[in-house]
Each structure stands twice: as structure tokens, then as C-alpha cells.
């Protein structure tokens, strides 16, 4: 059994530190008040017995609440007072320097919170390493100096998450939709050199993953690019190889017809584009950012944004090769074929792809093989997004996230203009709300009162975020604000129009809404009886975003959490204020924003009908799943589930397995295992589970992770139930 100390280190459980601290305390009251050697015992026994119980990694906070519980509980309330004096003693003492300790355990490679924060990061590697130092060093100032002492003990308690604290000492944001058209058309400039107009396809793929690895060292969220911004460069290829072919053919003497010649460069053009697209594919898994990750990018397939006939069968064949070479996956060290992170892939579900025999109902055909092998890409229906997203000219628009599941709100410019690309979200605090209704004691007027003091809180939290951004200059990141990517701002000019108007957005997450509706109702969210409830605080949130949109003009929207890491702090949070409640805190994890609970039995067609409801109500973003068995020898199925998202959702994803073991060759399911208190990752065939010899792929927030998960998150993923 394992215990997570306070610097995050995970080392084994060891009964002889609870009885040695409890005789420390016994011994310093009066004999007559203290407790028997057999007593200590006892209390000790029963912690050991509580930790296994939870069925994770107790961290030494949870222990010595347990063991204050137990000492009182036998009636020692002296010992208990000193037990309780000598602990707050030592917090001070440890207080006086925690960011140092942090670092070092960081260094050398035992904090195991920090190891499993980020699934996609490995924290071994130094460039990583150096950036979770910095950000301790900037989540320590953000904590003592740049936030109000309530905003950060309300984020220590779990009532609240003020996200990426690591990187508020910086003038950063979370993420955005890069405009990579001005860019390509236009021009750019990275690190001081000018980039001019490519004059090829490939040119363009090498110039655009240049783009994203430093928008991504600029930036701390998700970004997305869009295929049909390098479309017209095929085009640009198609002439120069017509003229160059031919040329070679009048070199040599040999007269053809100009059908003959395009056929020749045609063939030509088409291998341009599978080194333009395999460039865009290697080089996003292999670049490194300064944040020690590769970019958090998404590529955006979508036939609808094409301008002309021409530019549209293009696209075409971009989006053909994309998913082609995705399919295919690329190599891991062993050099066995496997399912990369990134680039993240939305393919557009819209009239002309979602029937057999509509133009392009090969590509989703393609697009359905590869979600079935490689679990992308993720579906958006044009249908949908025309329906429900309405600018104030009454138009409805189809456009990608930014990253994996964050919404811009439509947008019209000072031309009456719809205007998507170029915009970004400002950044996310998360109310906790199974907090609300646990602190509400299933009273209904205490919960809605507590909601409304937990939006206010939440609304000072977020005006920090803008705060932090407002008198920011361009030159803080030219890429993004003089270069193109977001604007095109001169030297030494503020950001600060594009952080009102809705030019830019500021989001207020949530989490645990099927807790919340389940211990106010004893109910799962999904009962129709239940149902109204939940929609009630889904209206109830947009509310308060829309009041704080009012108040300063400033683009407050409800967003669909993405919990990470966050999932298991806020179950631990709630765990250690509200005790394990069997169906409410009795796991290592909370629900991520509106989702059915990942338990609950339903077919993949009730829950993304239920959850469209749930989505709709949250404009700032979210995203649906089902999760599915291996499907590649059911891709009839895939297209079923396709074809009802086009009708029935805005954005959804199909969640499968894509593992490979390095010792045997096991490329089935890897197994999670309960050994000794802690999850493990297990090979079914060899009993491999050494992490750093198998390869695991699950989808956990929207992007696939590769680097395994925190106890909380892993539990979650092995409590899982199939939807079809």
C-alpha cells in the first residue's frame, strides 16, 4: 500500500510512523488522559484499514485526519489536542520554504503528483522538468502575491479550480483558433526572420508546424489550424509542376497533349501532398515546446469552408491523405506501428459526406476506419452548429474549437463580418459543484444561496485572469499579437481591445454535475425526474456568465470542464471535507462537466441524445462521447454512430483502446489492476507492467493521452462501461 507524502513523492505505507506519532502526543499528557499501548494499536490498525479501503494512494493529510478522528473517538481528547498542536506546529514549519522541496523532488523524479498531472508529458525528461520548476516557482507567487487569499484557499479546498496557476505570473492565455490563412497569405515572422508567401504545398505544411510550435511556447492552452488554409497552395504546386514537366519533356524533344502533361504532374502533385501532410504529422510528435510537451494542436478538416469548386477538391485530397497517414500511425522506438497524441483530428460531418453516395462519402468512410483504428477523428456536425450557433445577424456558423473542446461564441466584426480565426479564451476557474449541494446539506435554499456566494467567487477569480491580461503588450509574444496568429498589433501596443466585445472569451468551467444531482435528488441526472434539476443549474450558470458579460463587456461562457488531474483533487477535496458517501465521494474521481457517469449502463444513442441538451447549454465549450470496443471489423457501426451525431449533437468523439506492449507484442487492451492499494498497469499476455515499456492510448480530456494518469483518473478509466 502507498501514501503520496506532502511534496508529492509516493513511498510506502508504514504503520510504525502513525504509532511512533501517537505515543509522541500520549506521552506529553497527564498518565490518568493517556491512551494503552493496545489502544495505539488499535487506531493505528484501523487507519491502515481506512487507507486500504479507499482503493488508492492516501495522501499524509487524509492519515492524519483519520488518526485525529480515532484518537477522539477513544475518548482522548488531550491527546488528541497535543496530537493536533504538534501537526499545526509543523505545517509552520514546513511553510516557511515548501516551493524548494517541491523542485527538488521534481528533480529527482519522485513527486509522483506532478509525474501524473499531465498525460502528456513526460516528467523525467529535463525540458519538462524545467518547466514544472518554473511553474512551481510562479504557482508560489501566484499564491502569495497576485491573488486574493480567498480565491486561493478557496482553489486549495477544492470549492474552486483556478486553472494553470503554474503560468499566471506570466501575461499568458489559454488557447485559440490560430489564423493561419494571414499568415501563409500575408506573411509572418519567426524569431526575427521573415517568412514570406510559400510558393508550394510543402513549402506551407513546414512553414505551419513552425507557426504552432511557437504559438504553443507563447501560450499555455490548445490550439487549432484548419486544412483549407493550405489548400490553396496545392493549386500553387498544380502550376508550377504542369510548368515544370512541361519544360523537361520540351528539354528532351518529346511532344504531348497538356491532358498528358497534367496527368503527369497530377501524379507528382499527389505525392507533394503526402509529404506536405506526413510533415505536418512527424514533425507535431516530434517538436518539443518550451513547455516540454508537443503542441496541444488540432487540425480541422471541414469541406464547407472551401471558397470555390476548385479549392474544395483540393481540400479533398488533403483531408484523404490526413487520413490516410493517420491510419497508418507512426513508429514507436521498437518501431511497431502505433496511435499518436497529436495532431488531434475534427472531421466536419455536413450534407455532402453524411450519406452512401453523397460526393464525399469516402472520406467519411475513411475517417470512420480511422477512428475505429487510431480514435480520431473527432465529429462536428454542420447541422447542428448552424442551428445553434447564431451570430447577431441571425447566421448560423460551423468553425473548430480551440484545442479540444474550447468554443469561441459567434462573432461579428466592425464590417459585419463573421470572425473565428484569430481569437482566443482568456482562461478558466471551475466551480466544484458537488461541493455546492454536499455544503448544502440536501436543503435546496442553502444550495441555491451557496451557488450564488460560489458564482461570485468565481466571477473575481476570472476578473484576475483578465486583469492579468489587460496592459499586456504585443511585444510579450509577437507571433501572437504582431505576427499574425491572433493579430496584427504594432510594437508596444496593448492587447486590450481584443480582451472586450467578444472578441476574445473568459470561461467559467464546471465539474460533477451527475454528483450534484445525485445528492440533491438521489438521483443519476438521467432520470427524468432528475433531469429538470440539472438543467435548472445549467441555465442557472449561464446566468451568471450573462450578467458578468453585461457588467463589462467582456465574453463570459459556460464551459464544459476538461478535469485532468483536477478530477482526483477535487474527490480528495471532497473526500476529506464531507467523508466517503456511498454513490457521492466514494470514488478517486469526479464526473467531467455534464457527462453521464462513466458506471451507468445506456447505449451510445440515449447518451449522446441525453447529452445534447447539456452541451447546448454550454457555449464555451464541451465535448460527448461513447465509449466503444475495438471496432475496426464493425466500421458500419462507426458510420451509424456518425450519422446520428450529424443529427442529434454539435461535437462528439468515439473513445477505444490503442495499446502495444514492448515486452511481448500484446497489441490488445492493457489491463488496470489493483495491487497493493495502488492502480497498475498490467499486460494481460506477459504480466508486463512496466510503464516505460508498454505503450497505452486513452482519451481522458478531449486529447488522447501517452503518458499514463494520476489514481484518481486511472480508477475512472477502469470503471468504464461500454455504450455499444
Excluded at 455534464?594 to 447505449?603: A, C, G, P
Aim: charged residues 25%.
Amino acid at each position: 500500500m502507498k501514501i503520496i507524502k506532502r511534496n508529492g513523492a509516493e513511498v510506502t505505507f508504514d504503520i510504525t510512523k502513525i504509532i511512533m506519532a501517537i505515543t509522541r502526543a500520549n506521552d506529553t499528557v497527564e498518565e490518568a488522559d493517556r491512551l494503552t499501548p493496545v489502544q495505539i494499536q488499535r487506531i493505528a490498525e484501523n487507519v491502515a484499514l481506512q487507507c486500504e479501503k479507499m482503493n488508492r494512494a492516501a495522501t499524509v493529510e487524509e492519515i492524519q485526519d483519520m488518526v485525529e478522528h480515532h484518537i477522539m473517538a477513544h475518548g482522548a481528547f488531550e491527546v488528541a489536542k497535543h496530537y493536533i498542536t504538534y501537526r499545526y506546529t509543523r505545517s509552520l514549519v514546513r511553510k516557511s520554504n515548501t516551493t524548494d522541496d517541491k523542485i527538488l523532488s521534481l528533480i529527482e523524479c519522485n513527486n509522483e503528483e506532478a509525474k501524473q498531472e499531465n498525460s502528456n508529458k513526460n516528467p523525467v525528461v529535463n525540458s519538462t522538468q524545467r518547466d514544472y520548476m518554473a511553474g512551481e516557482v510562479s504557482r508560489d507567487i501566484t499564491e502569495r502575491i497576485l491573488l486574493p487569499a480567498d480565491i486561493v484557499e478557496a482553489h486549495r479546498e477544492g470549492l474552486i479550480h483556478f486553472h494553470d496557476a503554474d503560468y499566471f505570473a506570466q501575461h499568458m492565455h489559454n488557447c485559440d483558433l490560430v489564423n493561419l490563412e494571414d499568415m501563409l497569405q500575408n506573411g509572418t515572422v519567426i524569431t526575427g526572420t521573415l517568412i514570406e508567401k510559400p510558393h508550394s504545398f510543402a513549402t506551407a505544411c513546414n512553414i505551419a508546424t513552425q507557426i504552432v510550435a511557437q504559438v504553443a511556447s507563447n501560450q499555455y492552452g490548445g490550439q487549432s489550424i484548419s486544412l483549407t488554409h493550405l489548400a490553396p497552395f496545392v493549386d500553387v504546386s498544380r502550376q508550377k509542376l504542369r510548368a515544370t514537366v512541361r519544360e523537361e519533356l520540351d528539354a528532351i524533344g518529346v511532344s504531348v497533349s497538356t491532358d498528358q502533361i497534367n496527368a503527369v504532374a497530377e501524379k507528382r502533385l499527389r505525392e507533394e501532398i503526402r509529404r506536405g501532410v506526413q510533415t505536418i504529422q512527424y514533425q507535431v510528435v516530434t517538436l518539443l515546446t518550451t513547455n516540454g510537451q508537443a503542441p496541444f494542436i488540432t487540425v480541422f478538416m471541414y469541406l464547407g469552408e472551401a471558397r470555390n469548386e476548385q479549392e474544395r477538391n483540393d481540400l479533398a485530397m488533403i483531408i484523404e491523405e490526413m487520413l490516410l497517414q493517420r491510419i497508418e500511425g507512426v513508429k514507436n522506438e521498437k518501431g511497431v506501428w502505433i496511435t499518436p497524441a497529436f495532431p488531434k483530428l475534427i472531421y466536419v460531418l455536413e450534407e455532402d459526406n453524411i450519406t452512401e453516395g453523397s460526393r464525399y462519402w469516402y472520406l467519411t468512410k475513411l475517417a470512420a476506419k480511422c477512428t475505429a483504428k487510431r480514435m480520431v477523428p473527432d465529429y462536428i456536425s454542420e447541422k447542428k452548429m448552424l442551428e445553434l450557433k447564431v451570430d447577431k445577424n441571425g447566421q448560423g456558423h460551423c468553425y473548430t474549437c480551440m484545442g479540444c473542446r474550447s468554443f469561441l461564441t459567434p462573432y461579428v466584426d466592425e464590417n459585419g463580418q463573421p470572425k473565428y480565426y484569430g481569437r482566443f479564451n482568456q482562461g478558466v476557474v471551475t466551480v466544484n459543484l458537488p461541493d455546492i449541494a454536499l455544503s448544502s446539506g440536501g436543503n435546496i435554499e442553502k444550495f441555491w444561496k451557496i451557488f450564488d456566494e460560489r458564482m461570485e467567487l468565481c466571477h473575481r477569480a476570472l476578473m484576475c485572469r483578465h486583469e492579468r491580461l489587460k496592459g499586456t503588450l504585443s511585444d510579450a509574444a509577437p507571433i501572437l499579437w504582431q505576427y499574425g496568429a491572433l493579430a496584427r498589433l504594432k510594437k508596444g501596443e496593448p492587447i486590450d481591445k481584443l480582451l472586450y466585445g467578444g472578441y476574445s472569451t473568459i470561461s467559467l468551467g464546471y465539474a460533477g454535475l451527475y454528483e450534484c444531482v445525485k445528492y440533491m435528488t438521489g438521483k443519476s441526472h438521467t432520470d427524468p425526474s432528475a433531469t429538470p434539476f440539472a438543467l435548472e443549474i445549467m441555465h442557472r450558470l449561464n446566468d451568471a456568465c450573462k450578467g458578468w458579460k453585461a457588467k463589462h463587456n467582456i465574453d463570459f461562457s459556460l464551459y464544459g470542464t476538461p478535469l485532468e488531474s483536477t478530477t482526483y483533487k477535487f474527490a480528495k477535496c471532497l473526500q476529506k471535507r464531507f467523508g466517503v458517501i456511498e454513490g457521492i465521494t466514494d470514488k478517486g474521481y469526479i464526473t467531467n462537466s455534464y457527462h453521464v457517469h462513466v458506471t451507468e449502463k445506456i447505449d451510445a444513442f440515449k447518451k449522446l441524445e441525453f447529452e445534447a441538451q447539456f452541451q447546448h447549454l454550454s457555449p464555451g465549450g464541451a465535448i460527448s462521447y461513447v465509449e466503444v470496443p475495438d471496432m475496426q471489423n464493425n466500421i458500419d457501426a462507426v458510420l451509424s454512430v456518425m450519422q446520428f451525431i450529424y443529427d442529434h449533437i454539435i461535437y462528439a468523439e468515439l473513445n477505444t483502446k490503442s495499446d502495444y506492449c514492448q515486452v511481448c507484442g500484446w497489441d490488445g487492451e492493457i489491463d488496470i489492476e489493483d495491487v497493493d492499494g495502488k492502480l497498475i498497469w498490467k499486460c494481460p499476455q506477459c504480466g508486463n507492467t512496466d510503464q516505460d515499456k508498454m505503450n497505452v492510448a486513452r482519451r481522458t480530456c478531449g486529447y488522447i493521452g501517452t503518458q499514463f494518469w494520476n489514481q484518481g483518473r486511472t480508477q475512472e478509466i477502469k470503471d468504464r462501461v461500454l455504450h455499444l
